[in-house]
């Protein structure tokens, strides 16, 4: 997991998405490089990194003077817009990478909740119907 300035959590560098490989990378492999995961879905056939990112900061000022008290009032600072993001994997029966998504919003809950449907129908579209 690689660690940047204005982040919450850790992200999935460039160097460990390159070394997923579909079809050849196991969960286990990934997760010993990136680490724990921080959801793990339907019986670890689906797990997701999460990370806030500032993408972008901007210098405020605010000059006011408040009206009863005849005062001047001044304030300055920085601040930034933060994305949510989350890198979701999905994996076959045997722990085979099958499948990964990078989601992307302004609220954790989106974030989560569509990456969560994404997952739900991965698996459910590589999962085997028992024969009775």
Avoid: C
């Avoid at 690689?2 to 560098?13: C, E, N, P, Q, R």
């Avoid at 196991?26 to 680490?35: D, P, Y």
């Avoid at 724990?36 to 997701?48: E, H, K, L, N, Q």
Wanted: hydrophobic share 35%; no cysteine.
């Amino acid at each position: 997991m690689a660690k940047d300035k204005g982040l919450t959590g850790g992200t999935v560098s460039d160097e460990d998405s390159a070394a997923m490989k579909i079809g050849e990378t196991t969960r286990s492999e990934i997760v010993a490089r990136t680490g724990r995961p921080t959801v793990s879905y339907f019986d670890d056939r689906a797990i997701g990194y999460f990370w806030s990112k500032r993408t972008w900061d901007f210098d405020w000022e605010y000059l006011g003077i408040l009206p009863n008290f005849n005062e001047v009032i001044h304030n300055s600072g920085t601040s930034g817009i933060v994305r949510k993001r989350m890198l979701m994997m999905t994996f076959d029966s045997e722990g085979r990478l099958q499948n990964h998504r990078m989601f992307s919003a302004m609220e954790s809950r989106v974030v989560h909740n569509n990456s969560y449907d994404w997952a739900k129908k991965q698996v459910i579209q590589t999962t085997p119907e028992k024969s009775d």
